[in-house]
Nanobody, 123 residues
Framework: VQLQASGGGLVQAGGSLRLSCAAS????????MGWFRQAPGKEREFVAG????????DHADSVKGRFTISRDNAKNTVYLRMNSLKPDDTAVYYC?????????????????WGQGTLVTVSS
């Protein structure tokens, strides 16, 4: 599966963005999908994951209540809605696909990655 992330940009603290990740190739519904982020000098970290059906989600504690992952299997797209953004959310955001049967949170369990989209939150 090939993944193409988009929607990043520069936003003021407190603002919102919606990231999108379009998938092509093998059947999108076969994959658990996730969003990760990597800030300068830091490890890539899990942000959110969503089951194949979209009925189950998981969000990192640092973004719970502010970010929401969703997917549209008819459009082969996964989204990350980000509200109440903080400067600490500044990072390159990556979408990823996993062959796992359930949501997983470690980057090693995702075999397919998009190219990343930069989110910059100014104070």
């Amino acid at each position: 599966v090939q993944l193409q992330a988009s929607g990043g940009g520069l936003v003021q603290a407190g603002g919102s963005l919606r990231l999108s990740c379009a998938a092509s190739g093998r059947t999108f519904i076969s994959y658990v999908m996730g969003w990760f982020r990597q800030a300068p000098g830091k490890e890539r970290e899990f942000v959110a994951g969503i089951s194949r059906s979209g009925l189950t989600t998981d969000h990192a504690d640092s973004v719970k209540g502010r970010f929401t992952i969703s997917r549209d299997n008819a459009k082969n797209t996964v989204y990350l809605r980000m509200n109440s953004l903080k400067p600490d959310d500044t990072a390159v955001y990556y979408c990823a696909a996993s062959d796992s049967a359930r949501i997983v949170t470690t980057k090693g369990q995702y075999g397919y990655w998009g190219q990343g989209t930069l989110v910059t939150v100014s104070s």
